[in-house]
């Protein structure tokens, strides 16, 4: 559930936060809800509720960060790109590439982007996500799609300029 939070408000801290006042509530009015299929799905729906309205608090707050906690080194990934066999080189174009591709899923739209995290990074099934963001089935396999068919479409030029950038070493005539 931490990683879900932190893929919507990108901050590992304020995730922790989310998380906490969602088990927290989910206690406090535990009472409310008697007939729960699954506590999953509720907790997620608490959670992607609470993330959406820190995101939309940000929004009527503009933040100056002072220190290095401003800092972008600073901040904790929520996922790291595996480098276990990755020469110097190769290590820093998957970094890149994962920053990339971390970007392009925070600039989808909300919908298609909670959509790709719960089914995508989250492995959570279609009617789990159904559930979760109180919509039909169909729609949440649309959503998903479409913000499949935007990733792709986004990271191909990602692609192409690394492609691109590759010299085979057969090509390379030496002087």
């Known amino acids: ?86 020469l110097p080189g190769e290590f820093t174009d998957a970094r890149k590439v994962h920053s990339s591709v971390v970007d392009a899923i925070g600039d989808l739209p909300s919908e298609f982007r909670e959509a790709v995290q719960l089914r995508d990074l989250d492995g959570l099934s279609y009617d789990e996500i159904a559930k979760i963001i109180d919509c039909p089935v169909g729609t949440v396999k649309s959503r998903v799609n479409r913000g499949r068919l935007r990733l792709q479409k986004r990271l191909r030029n990602l692609a192409d300029e690394f492609i691109s950038g590759l010299t085979p070493a057969a090509s390379v005539v030496p002087n």
């Open 1 to 86: 559930m931490n990683n879900f939070v932190c893929r919507f408000v990108g901050d590992r801290e304020t995730a922790e936060d989310i998380v906490q006042e969602t088990f927290l509530r989910c206690l406090r009015h535990k009472h409310q809800y008697p007939a729960i299929e699954q506590v999953s799905t509720w907790l997620y729906t608490i959670a992607g509720n609470l993330a959406k309205t820190e995101l939309r608090r940000r929004k009527r707050w503009h933040w100056v960060a002072i220190g290095p906690s401003g800092d972008d080194e600073e901040r904790t990934p929520f996922f790291e790109p595996v480098a276990a066999d990755l």
